[in-house]
């Protein structure tokens, strides 16, 4: 029987690229694989001519001699035969999940086919998350603080063994304490934890009454949490070891990750280590000048001079004003933005005086107002034109 041209049994050009094949290949791999038609007994025919097109065409030496030759180049043990890899588990290893396994080979039964390795499997502690809020200040100044967390802590009845004290934990006779359990699928065999152990290696018959044979009971622990001067909002602060503790007392405990939330302030709006202030001034102190008082992130006070004619959205910065930079000594700047305040609920003296101004003032007084109305005008013009 004739053999499929190796192009097209991987879909591809002759003048494919090695990237372009390795995708083509990776594709059919999925789409073919015998444990996706377990009811076609072609599957497995189908699947090595595959990874036999693939052994060849990205050697390039082979796909040299193959391009001369053909199918010829490799008949009677030329150039080493055109078998490209040992096994399916090889062949997966390079495409899909790289040396040392993972990816597309673990899905069938980790890279390679290791071939009888017992091993019990060591569970990590469960990580945990603890949402804080803090004030703008807190973020500024830094501070500790107390917290309390529902932590996965040891069985005082059990020490963390999960047995009834006096009862025995014996090796599970599903997987002989390997923790593992693995079934044969064609040429592939796949592993999963054991469904009876959960992994462990051990079973206990007589289960702790306070924790229900899990070796943990959940308590409330204190711990104080150090908050960095200058930590932004959403930062995430990582306590190594301050999580659940690992089942059984066999591996690592696992991590308490604090998300802290900076609570907006009355006064500031923060942008990084900047800070932005919008302060009222009078439309008085705008028009002739003068100083106003304004508080600063750090509980001081700092005065500022408004410049004789200052308009609305003008803005003024303050040098190093601003919020702490974490894990520096340097400190952002406060910009402070005017918003000049027109009196309201005058008084008949005070009206009078504000019509006698508004009588003298004329445009000389209201460059900007001129020079809107002036625009204005000149675009009524051109629409009668």
């Not at 036999?52 to 391009?67: F, H, N, T, V």
């Not at 899909?96 to 990816?103: E, K």
């Not at 750090?298 to 308009?311: A, H, L, M, N, T």
Request: with cysteine; net charge negative; proline share 4%.
């Amino acid at each position: 029987m004739s053999k499929r041209d190796y192009y097209d049994v991987l879909g591809v050009d002759k003048g494919a690229d090695a990237k372009t094949m390795k995708s083509a290949f990776r594709k059919k791999a999925m789409e073919c694989h015998p444990d996706r038609h377990p009811d076609d007994p072609a599957a497995e025919a189908r699947f090595k001519e595959l990874n036999e097109a693939y052994g060849i065409l990205s050697d390039d030496q082979k796909r040299a001699a193959y391009d001369r030759m053909g199918h010829r180049a490799f008949e009677q043990g030329g150039m080493g035969g055109a078998g490209g890899f040992q096994d399916f588990g090889d062949i997966f290893s390079q495409i899909f999940g790289g040396a040392g396994g993972g990816g597309f080979a673990d899905m069938f039964g980790g890279g390679g086919g290791g071939g009888g390795r017992r091993h019990q499997t060591v569970q990590r502690g469960s990580d945990l998350r603890y949402e804080m809020d803090i004030t703008l200040e807190d973020a500024f100044r830094g501070k500790d603080i107390d917290i309390t967390v529902p932590i996965a802590e040891d069985c005082d009845r059990c020490d963390g063994m999960g047995a009834e004290p006096g009862a025995t934990i014996d090796t599970c006779h599903t997987c002989g304490g390997s923790g593992r359990m693995r079934t044969q699928q064609g040429f592939f065999t796949m592993e999963r934890p054991c469904t009876t152990c959960g992994g462990q290696g051990e079973y206990v018959t007589d289960p702790c009454r306070q924790c229900d044979g899990q070796g943990l009971v959940r308590q409330q622990t204190e711990l104080d949490v150090s908050i960095p001067a200058g930590v932004e909002d959403g930062t995430r602060i990582r306590l190594s070891g301050q999580g659940d503790a690992a089942p059984r007392g066999k591996g690592q405990r696992g991590d308490l990750y604090i998300f802290v939330s900076v609570k907006p302030h009355d006064l500031f709006e923060r942008d990084g280590a900047n800070l932005f202030c919008r302060a009222p001034v009078p439309m008085t102190t705008a028009a002739l000048g003068g100083e106003i008082e304004v508080p600063t992130i750090d509980g001081g006070r700092s005065k500022i001079k408004i410049p004789e004619g200052s308009q609305s959205g003008k803005r003024m910065r303050l040098k190093g004003k601003g919020m702490s930079v974490l894990r520096s000594p340097q400190r952002g700047d406060m910009y402070m933005e005017i918003a000049v305040e027109t009196p309201s609920k005058l008084n008949k003296r005070q009206r009078e005086l504000l019509e006698e101004f508004a009588a003298e003032g004329g445009h000389e007084v209201s460059p900007e107002s001129r020079n809107f109305f002036d625009k204005a005008k000149t675009f009524w013009d051109n629409l009668v034109d």
